[in-house]
């Protein structure tokens, strides 16, 4: 059997429960090394086979699995974050589903939420912003045109940016191009809940000079919107005026 696990965002104890029992009773490890805390290996029993897959290509991903579920052995394909975000587990899946192997996701917590944590910010605030968006500057990874960050940008909600800190000039000028304003607040989270994470504070006007500054180009998010400044409505979930089905006024 094959599990997908998602690794969390760094921190050792913030893989799931379930993803950690996986990873104990695994016979092989795979494991995204390039991001994922390599501290969680420590959870592998004795004679568990790792492999770094930062060195390998999808065929020999594939072939690995392919021959320990043969057999019969527990693989764990480690993941950063949840699997389900730029993570790759797609074409793993399908090839497994052709080779008629048998596997299982366990999810993860995205660094998007561990950023948020770090933060100790809400991305949904009343009558700020009530929509997320998930996207990434385009880089060698192409992105369809209608999912410009300028279009995007048009809908001025929260955005958070994966895979886009090393191109901080771009992802100002689209996000200006798009309309937002330069004061529009940007936090950029660097290795969110790892031991060395660092926390950036700035404005769209100014992302690509803070980020200079601050050395931060690969392994962050970047996070725009006025979510993250000061101005917000309470809810009315826990407004003493507003009944809901389980408190009336
Ligand atoms: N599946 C992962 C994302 C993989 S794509 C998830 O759910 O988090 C890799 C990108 O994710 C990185 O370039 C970076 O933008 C972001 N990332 C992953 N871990 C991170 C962390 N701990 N802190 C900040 N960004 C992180």
Redesign the pocket.
């Given at each position: 059997m094959i599990y997908f696990v998602?690794a969390g965002?760094?921190a050792v104890d913030l893989i799931t429960v379930r993803g950690q029992r996986y990873l104990e009773q695994a016979d092989v490890i795979i494991y995204a090394g390039s991001?994922v805390n390599p501290a969680l290996l420590d959870a592998a029993k004795p004679g568990c086979k790792i492999y770094n897959s930062a060195y390998m290509t999808l065929e020999e991903v594939l072939a690995v699995m392919e021959e320990a579920a043969q057999k019969g052995a527990v693989v764990v394909r480690l993941?950063?974050?949840?699997?389900s975000?730029?993570?790759t587990v797609r074409e793993q899946m399908d090839a497994l589903r052709e080779r008629d192997i048998a596997f299982e996701v366990c999810p993860?917590v995205?660094?998007?939420f561990?950023?948020a944590s770090s933060l100790q910010m809400e991305y949904t605030l009343p009558e700020v912003s009530q929509t997320l968006i998930i996207t990434r500057e385009e880089g060698r990874t192409p992105v369809p045109k209608k999912e410009s960050i300028a279009e995007l940008a048009s809908h001025q909600s929260t955005m958070v940016l994966?895979?886009?800190?090393g191109l901080a000039k771009k992802v100002q000028e689209d996000l200006l191009a798009g309309g937002y304003q330069p004061d529009v607040p940007v936090a950029v989270?660097?290795?969110?809940?790892?031991p060395d994470e660092k926390i950036l504070c700035t404005s769209v006007g100014k992302l690509a000079e803070a980020m200079e500054a601050s050395g931060i180009d690969?392994?962050?998010?970047i996070i725009v919107g006025e979510v993250l400044g000061e101005q917000y409505a309470k809810s009315k979930l826990y407004d003493a005026s507003f009944s809901t089905a389980y408190r009336k006024v």
């Open positions: 998602g965002p760094g991001l993941h950063t974050g949840d699997s975000l730029y993570g993860g995205s660094s998007l561990g950023a994966f895979l886009s800190s989270v660097y290795k969110a809940t790892w690969k392994m962050a998010l």
